[in-house]
């Protein structure tokens, strides 16, 4: 795709290019290299890093701190990220809340949490699935009952990325239980050091911790911690939950993850005719994803925000994910490094999170199709 770029797009990509050789620390480009699990200090020294770039808020409007890159200067970073063995920042603060809070929130909120989302100084974490209500988020439990001038929050949160490493969570509980499912649910802001918030990890089938469960036992938080309008919150859950499945495409990584293993292939010597049509059957689809990314990206940029089509994005793009990684270890077998066994049982979640790919064909089937 490189020959479709212009000359100043060229030089963008060879800044950025140079930028990552030159500023990544190299304990955190081996970590990433490696497959290993990263630290929250990995993350918050490179968010360091990026936020004196001014490389940070990507899809916030300018006049909030926002790079003001076009579509393809978007594609461009994402994609030298992934080649230069650099870690994507934490969604949740910058690609989720953010764009809430600049979308629905009130001045006093905008000048309380952007400043520190965009600095790295606060990290955040999200909290919308439940044990009873993962994919059928509507039917979610979690209450939060009005007590003077505060919310009392009761109810647990479960596969909570970076829970325990958050100052924030925001969280969807149901503030009017006789409404309809959709219209009495309420996005609140949650301060993760408030009494009665726990955090429970649980080990994923590849031995890392990066989720948790997250109880809210009598939780109390001030009402004006309440994004836009009580029993609004579902409105704002799509708004949010377009920004997610645009990000988890993964298309950038999915670039390098063949790259990489096309070159443990000739490392290996494996030689199979039938890997190899399978391995240019994934470059084809992905290469066919990429171009609907940046049209995606490109309306978004006139003004549209992300749609229904994103759900084509998060279903093509966690299916690609998980055939590289599935490719890997039909290239190697028995000899597959350490990490890949790891990496193909952790990509097994792709197709769940930020709402199962079951889901999204529904959304397409009914939103696009008109079915």
């Known amino acids: 795709m490189d020959l479709a770029f212009s000359p100043e797009e060229r030089a963008f990509r060879d800044e950025v290019r140079e930028f990552i050789a030159t500023h990544l620390p190299d304990d955190i480009r081996r970590t990433v290299q490696a497959g290993d699990h990263l630290q929250k200090d990995h993350y ?29 200067q978007r594609h461009i970073y994402y994609e030298e ?116 918030v726990t955090v429970r990890p649980i080990e994923t089938i590849d031995g890392g911790k990066e989720i948790n469960e997250v109880h809210l036992e009598n939780v109390e938080v001030p009402l004006a911690n309440l994004v836009g ?32 293993l096309e070159e443990l292939i000739e490392r290996e010597s494996v030689d199979d005719r039938r890997l190899s049509e399978r391995i240019a059957a994934v470059e084809i689809e992905l290469e066919a994803l990429a171009f609907t990314e940046l049209r995606t990206l490109a309306a978004e940029s006139a003004g549209k925000r992300p749609g229904p089509e994103s759900s084509i994005l998060k279903i093509k793009g966690t299916e690609i994910q998980q055939a590289v990684s599935e490719l890997a270890l039909d290239a190697l077998g028995p000899y597959a490094e350490r990490h890949l066994a790891p990496k193909y049982f952790n990509y097994r979640k792709t197709s769940i999170y930020a709402g199962s790919n079951e889901i999204q064909k529904n959304i397409i089937a009914k939103r696009i199709l008109k079915l």
């Open 229 to 260: 309008t009580e029993g609004g919150g579902w409105t704002i859950a799509k708004f949010l939950l377009e920004h997610e499945r645009t990000g988890t495409a993964g298309i950038a990584s999915c670039f390098q993850l063949l790259e990489q």
């Open 81 to 196: 990220i992934a080649y230069g063995w650099a870690p994507r920042l934490l969604p949740f603060g910058l690609s989720m809340v953010a764009p809430v809070i600049i979308e629905f929130g009130n001045d006093e909120q905008k000048a309380r949490y952007l400043p520190k989302i965009h600095s790295g100084e606060e990290f955040w974490c999200q909290g919308y699935s439940e044990p009873g209500a993962g994919s059928d988020l509507a039917s979610l439990s979690t209450r939060a009952e009005r007590k003077g001038d505060s919310y009392i929050i009761n109810g647990t949160k479960t596969w909570i990325t970076a829970a325990q490493w958050a100052d924030w969570i925001f969280v969807l509980a149901r503030t009017d239980p006789s409404a309809k499912k959709q219209e009495g649910i309420s996005f609140i802001l949650v301060d993760m050091r408030t009494p009665g």
């Open 44 to 72: 918050a020294r490179w968010h360091r890093i990026l936020h004196e770039k001014g490389w940070v808020a990507h899809n916030w409007p300018k006049e909030y701190g926002g790079t003001g890159w076009t579509p393809v």
